[in-house]
């Protein structure tokens, strides 16, 4: 099976630009986390997903920020407009059904924003 | 509020050496446990767990005791390779069905040199 998909995998823009990061959950997993992780704060959690709805996103840094899943197996980031201080590693994780202490995270979106 | 604290890295070992990272916790209740491993340019990858006192999680050679009367769980590997080089995190996840959110230590980063 494949695992946690991600897109893209590196990302390089201008400051000011709208980011657009995207996953695709384990088939069959219903929770979906939004993660980022930097060398000074480590990894935090930005928004979680249960069954397509946001259940928390109070990890989110900012109106600029916005997370969506439309659907049980896709799943969007969007920073607009996006700042140098966004630059991070995201990753997008997702639990089974009736097992959301194990996550299984996705290889990572590496921004940068100039 | 829940925390994870790892040891301080980087860690150096040769090949072959013993190897522990200590991980302690602070969080209400009986949290479960976990080890994550981070090969560079990758994702987090689950290495183990273990979800109640006493729990011994073990995978690829590694090995954790959740030790609920030191609140600690520590991570240990009888001998290493060069390709147990990777960043290592610690987390809890709060106990309770609606508990889904993971508290990461800030990664102790092993070097494994031949």
């Known amino acids: 099976d494949a695992g946690v998909i991600q897109s893209p995998r590196h990302e390089v823009t201008e400051m000011g630009q709208e980011v657009t990061l995207r996953c695709k959950p384990i088939?069959?997993?219903?929770?979906l986390f939004w993660y980022r992780q930097t060398m000074m704060r480590g990894l935090e959690l930005l928004i979680y997903?249960?069954?397509?709805?946001?259940?928390?996103d109070s990890g989110m840094p900012e109106d600029r920020f916005s997370a969506k899943m439309p659907n049980a197996s896709f799943s969007t980031l969007k920073i607009q407009p996006s700042e140098p201080r966004d630059s991070a590693v995201y990753f997008c994780?997702?639990?089974?059904?009736?097992?959301?202490?194990?996550?299984?995270f996705g290889p990572g979106t590496r921004l940068l924003v100039l | 509020g829940d925390s994870v604290t790892q040891m301080e890295g980087p860690v150096t070992l040769s090949e072959e050496a013993f190897l522990t990272i200590n991980c302690t916790y602070t969080?209400?209740?009986?949290?479960?446990l976990f080890w994550y491993v981070q090969y560079p340019g990758e994702g987090l990858q689950l290495l183990l767990k273990?979800?109640?006192?006493?729990d011994k999680g073990s995978n690829k050679g590694f090995e954790a005791t959740y030790r609920k009367e030191t609140t600690s769980f520590h991570l240990e590997k009888g001998s290493v390779q060069v390709s147990d080089s990777a960043v290592y995190f610690c987390?809890?996840?709060?106990?309770?069905?609606?508990?889904?959110?993971?508290?990461f230590g800030k990664g102790t980063k092993l070097s494994v040199i031949p």
């Open positions: 994780a997702s639990s089974p059904t009736g097992d959301t202490k194990t996550q299984y």
């Open positions: 088939s069959g997993h219903n929770s």
């Open positions: 997903f249960n069954n397509n709805v946001p259940i928390d």
């Open positions: 969080a209400t209740g009986y949290p479960s």
């Open positions: 273990a979800t109640k006192a006493d």
């Open positions: 987390a809890l996840r709060g106990p309770g069905a609606g508990s889904y959110q993971l508290t």
